[in-house]
């Protein structure tokens, strides 16, 4: 089983709509999630973490965690088409002091003038 | 400009050459990690260095060979690779080696093996 598990895509949404993103990983003990945004042959960007349990807003971003579940998601609302990109979710798995971060493999986000 | 510079940004080998990935920092930051980024697959950590010392190694053929001299500083040499070794190869800080703290990433070597 893969620890962390995104749906590849792509996700094509029209613009002005509500893009979600989500994610599942396996490891329960996982505590920091973080989201990324990486467009085509640049790096990965930072745009979104989250700790506890609960939804996380900045500005049209929108990151929420069930621990229980064992899911987190990402929302983009007034989606535009400069969000088109792969988004990566990461997660790391352990409370331990070795900061081992998995990422899932990226869902695709297609914004659609 | 994230903060992180990677060169060169595109190196192209052959197997039996020896090269070197350069990654240098200007954030602050005391942690530097390498990753691996195939076509279709996840990003794979590679090494994570904490205020110079080396405190992860992700089972990394020995072909690639991890150096920091120093917290701002972060190197990968490599040697007699292989064609699987075509990837893009990402570098990244942090404050520190903990939990909490995000990474911010340099734009990539994109490697290829002939």
């Known amino acids: 089983q893969k620890e962390v598990e995104q749906n590849s895509g792509p996700l094509s949404v029209p613009e002005g709509a509500i893009a979600s993103l989500n994610c599942t990983y396996s490891?329960?003990?996982?505590?920091?999630f973080f989201w990324y945004r990486q467009y085509s042959g640049k790096s990965p960007e930072l745009i979104m973490s989250?700790?506890?349990?609960g939804d996380k807003e900045d500005g049209r971003f929108t990151a929420q965690l069930n621990k229980a579940s064992q899911y987190v998601s990402l929302l983009i609302r007034d989606s535009q088409p400069s969000d088109s990109a792969t988004y990566l979710c990461?997660?790391?798995?352990?409370?331990?002091?070795?900061?081992?971060?998995?990422f899932g493999s990226g869902t695709r986000l297609l914004v659609r003038p | 400009e994230t903060g992180v510079t990677q060169t060169p940004r595109h190196l192209v080998m052959g197997m039996t050459n020896k090269k070197s990935l350069k990654c240098e920092q200007h954030?602050?930051?005391?942690?530097m990690y390498w990753y691996k980024q195939s076509a279709k697959k996840p990003l794979e950590l590679m090494f994570v260095?904490?205020?110079?010392?080396?405190?992860e190694n992700n089972s990394v053929p020995s072909r690639f060979s991890p150096e920091c001299p120093n917290s701002s500083h972060l190197f990968l040499h490599l040697h007699t690779l292989q064609p699987e070794d075509s990837a893009l190869y990402l570098c990244?800080?942090?404050?520190?080696?903990?939990?909490?703290?995000?990474?911010?990433f340099g734009d990539g070597t994109r490697l290829s093996i002939l």
């Open positions: 990244a800080s942090s404050q520190e080696d903990r939990t909490n703290q995000p990474q911010h």
């Open positions: 490891d329960r003990v996982s505590q920091s």
């Open positions: 989250i700790y506890s349990n």
């Open positions: 990461a997660v790391n798995p352990r409370m331990d002091s070795s900061y081992k971060l998995i």
């Open positions: 954030l602050g930051h005391n942690a």
């Open positions: 260095y904490n205020f110079k010392e080396q405190t």
